[in-house]
């Protein structure tokens, strides 16, 4: 079985880790425990948070166990981590509701069957301590100095509002919940994001302190697009994991208009395709690479929402934008249907109106309200006027064009609202 510290270097996921001679000895010794702290500040997760979610599973199909972290206690706190101001603090209800959905989301990456996973919840743990032997058992082993100097916190020790005194608790507590998961589970490495590092770092040294063992640490690089836009954000916003906030074909579409220096990047973060099958897509171009962007749509959505959602979306943008030829030898582990598809689709809306409504022609603007692509006749006209209105791939030039008979193809007329909003009409006769 290959060393998973090597399979996550060599996919790009790790930018800085501790003491790395004795972390791979530790790995090599036998299965592992490792955790992730997730964030209970909404009931999703996002593309965002891909890289910890993919992270865990390639421990677990390594032969290790994850563990993922929720942090209910925390939670109750706020992290300042890249923060600029204080975040909104939660109740305990918000907290157990989010919980339960980010569980759901994580049971798609990772198997929790017979504790080959597990997720813990610090609200277990933290909300039962007592302040002043905490203080004397725990803070003790805490330097203000060096805290103070932690990335995490100099953001907002320098922002206008400051760093209030609960906040400047949460190192304290995430370095407690280690220490926490090394006597409960025997886990002694932690991963995170790079704006982590000071937080993993003093949970290292207070294990070392209080049972004088070694823990190991891994961060992950801050993942940003070719053009430098942070990874999972849009125009319309989060691309979200929940399938109610994003659909699972809005969610397909996101990955399809990766940019193309982007394409094998994601590929080897994102899907669990073999890396001598990744490796090739860095000199593709043109229709081929194209595919590649099908394919890790594909393999993406495949992973977030289940099979027969991500065929549902690829058959869905065939339908609409036709088919795109995936040769059989371009990334051959891919499950992406390798024939030519015309399936009609499945997943984008769509209403009936008679032969005789569109015969007698509709405005436009009226249309796209009407089947629900904007929120107002006002709103569809401003759509249009900006050049963001479509009919059958056409861009409307005024927003008061007639739609009539002549806008029928195969039965059925195909309105976009901007790159990613389509509606389909069935015509009858």
Not at 39 to 65: C, E, F, K
Not at 81 to 99: C, I, Y
Not at 324 to 353: A, Y
Request: glycine share 8%; proline share 4%.
């Amino acid at each position: 079985m290959p060393n998973v510290i090597d399979v996550l270097k060599e996919r790009g996921f790790i930018e800085q880790a501790t003491h790395d001679q004795e972390l791979n000895d530790y790995v090599n010794a036998g299965p592992v425990s490792c955790y992730i702290g997730f964030d209970p500040t909404a009931s999703s997760l996002h593309v965002g948070s891909l890289v910890p979610i993919m992270s865990l599973a390639h421990m677990q199909r390594n032969g290790h166990r994850p563990i993922a972290l929720v942090g209910g206690g925390t939670g109750l706190v706020g992290d300042p981590s890249g923060k600029t101001e204080m975040r909104k603090l939660l109740t305990e209800d918000d907290v157990a509701q989010n919980v339960l959905g980010l569980k759901s989301q994580l049971a798609r990456f990772i198997d929790f069957a017979d504790e080959k996973a597990i997720m813990v919840n610090n609200a277990d743990w933290l909300t039962k301590l007592a302040y002043i032997p905490f203080l004397r058992d725990i803070g003790r082993h805490f330097s203000v100095n060096r805290m103070i100097r932690a990335e995490s916190y100099k953001m907002r020790l320098d922002s206008e509002e400051g760093l209030s005194f609960i906040e400047f608790n949460y190192m304290v507590l995430q370095a407690y919940d280690f220490l926490e998961l090394r006597k409960r589970y025997d886990c002694c490495l932690q991963m995170g994001g790079s704006d982590q590092w000071g937080n993993i770092v003093a949970g290292i040294d207070l294990i070392r302190r209080v049972e004088g063992k070694n823990a190991f640490g891994i961060t992950f690089p801050l993942i940003t697009t070719a053009s430098g836009a942070k990874m999972g954000k849009t125009a319309a916003g989060a691309v979200w994991l929940d399938p109610e906030r994003t659909p699972p074909y809005d969610y397909f579409q996101f990955w399809v208009n990766t940019d193309d220096r982007d394409v094998a990047r994601f590929l080897a973060l994102f899907s669990f395709l073999p890396m001598e099958e990744v490796r090739s897509v860095g000199a593709l171009e043109g229709a081929q690479l194209n595919a590649a962007k099908s394919i890790l749509a594909f393999e993406a959505t495949r992973l977030a929402h289940g099979e027969d959602e991500a065929l549902k979306a690829y058959r869905s943008a065939i339908s609409m934008f036709g088919a795109r030829q995936i040769s059989r030898d371009l990334l051959p582990s891919s499950k992406i249907p390798r024939e030519s598809e015309t399936s009609d689709d499945e997943t984008v809306p769509k209403t009936e109106m008679s032969l005789s409504e569109i015969e007698e022609g509709i405005p436009c603007f009226k249309l796209f309200h009407h089947v629900g692509l904007t929120q107002s006749s006002g709103a569809a006209r401003r759509l249009i006027q900006q050049g963001g209105g479509y009919i059958n791939g056409r861009r409307l030039e005024r927003f008061d064009e007639m739609v009539t008979a002549r806008d029928i193809e195969d039965m059925q007329i195909m309105l976009r609202a901007g790159k990613k909003h389509f509606f389909k009409i069935r015509v009858k006769r």
